[in-house]
């Protein structure tokens, strides 16, 4: 169930990270059809209350979109959605394609993969025309953020798994010190399997800094938010972690506007 905050209104869980839609390569589960049936009832169980989709990879994200943009349409209360890019096949049309994405579908991020290409100027260039952020998962080439930082520091980026996937311990105590000193770097849960680098980011960045995400449909959404309330973090801080922080950084009303980076 959800926290409680202190007004009595019931505190908003939101998984801002898990895919959905289709995938056409067929190489493991992160390239084909990520159905949404099974994350669904876990995260129900868990009361999660919204989640922002993203699609699996493909080879038209253009297409992806669409349909990730459709199913998030039919539950405008539960869903957001994310535009995916590929920073070198959709060179020359990110702009157009985030265009399409935030204005015609609503989507409220673009979402980059290194596995794809490097995360490139003209996806960073389409989110500041576009006012969203950017959630790139750099596969621990967290290196990339102090130029993030220093470049565009008027947009806001998430980098998942506290860097690396891979657990990568390195790469993630590296992306801490640049949760620390960079404002416009933020990190998600999602995926992080050393405990203790997940407190150290929150104890030395700020709860402000880290929002939860649990890569559904592939991992459990209730496991990976049990992983914020082990942290024991006050009410408030944790109501950050569970929503505010994302609120806060797609700009909704609820939040007091846009993250100023």
């Known amino acids: 169930m959800a926290t409680t905050a202190a007004d009595g209104e019931a505190a908003m869980i939101i998984d801002c990270h898990c895919h959905a839609g289709p995938g056409d390569g067929l190489s493991g589960p992160w390239d084909s059809n990520a159905g949404l049936a099974?994350?669904?009832?876990?995260?129900?169980?868990?009361g999660i209350d919204r989640s922002a989709l993203m699609a699996a990879f493909h080879s038209d994200y253009a297409r992806a979109n669409a349909e990730v943009a459709r199913m998030a349409a039919s539950r405008p209360?539960?869903?957001?959605?994310?535009?995916?890019?590929?920073?070198?096949?959709?060179?020359?049309?990110?702009?157009?394609?985030?265009?399409?994405?935030?204005?015609?579908?609503?989507?409220?991020?673009?979402?980059?993969?290194?596995?794809?290409?490097?995360?490139?100027?003209?996806?960073?260039?389409?989110?500041?025309?576009?006012?969203?952020?950017?959630?790139?998962?750099?596969?621990?080439?967290?290196?990339?953020?102090?130029?993030?930082?220093?470049?565009?520091?008027?947009?806001?980026?998430?980098?998942?798994?506290?860097?690396?996937?891979?657990?990568?311990?390195?790469?993630?105590?590296?992306?801490?010190?640049?949760?620390?000193?960079?404002k416009n770097i933020y990190a998600d849960s999602s995926g992080v399997r050393r405990f203790d680098l997940l407190a150290q980011a929150v104890r030395r960045a700020g709860p402000h800094k880290m929002l939860f995400g649990s890569d559904g449909p592939w991992l459990h959404p209730g496991l990976e938010l049990e992983k914020i309330?082990?942290?024991?973090?006050?009410?408030?801080?944790?109501?950050?972690?569970?929503?505010?922080?994302?609120?806060?950084?797609?700009?909704?009303?609820?939040?007091?506007?846009p993250a100023t980076a």
Do not use: T
Not at 38 to 46: C, D, H, T
Not at 229 to 255: C, D, K, M, T, Y
């Open 229 to 257: 309330r082990l942290l024991h973090l006050p009410e408030r801080e944790e109501r950050l972690v569970l929503g505010e922080n994302f609120l806060r950084l797609i700009g909704h009303p609820a939040s007091g506007g």
């Open 38 to 46: 099974r994350y669904l009832r876990r995260a129900r169980a868990a």
């Open 77 to 182: 209360g539960r869903f957001y959605a994310y535009a995916f890019v590929h920073a070198a096949r959709d060179r020359g049309r990110i702009a157009a394609m985030v265009r399409e994405a935030v204005q015609d579908y609503g989507c409220i991020g673009i979402k980059v993969h290194r596995h794809d290409a490097r995360i490139s100027g003209e996806v960073c260039d389409a989110a500041r025309v576009f006012g969203v952020p950017v959630l790139y998962d750099p596969m621990g080439d967290v290196a990339v953020a102090e130029l993030l930082a220093a470049q565009y520091p008027d947009v806001n980026f998430i980098i998942p798994h506290l860097g690396s996937f891979g657990d990568d311990w390195a790469a993630q105590l590296a992306l801490i010190d640049h949760l620390v000193r960079h």
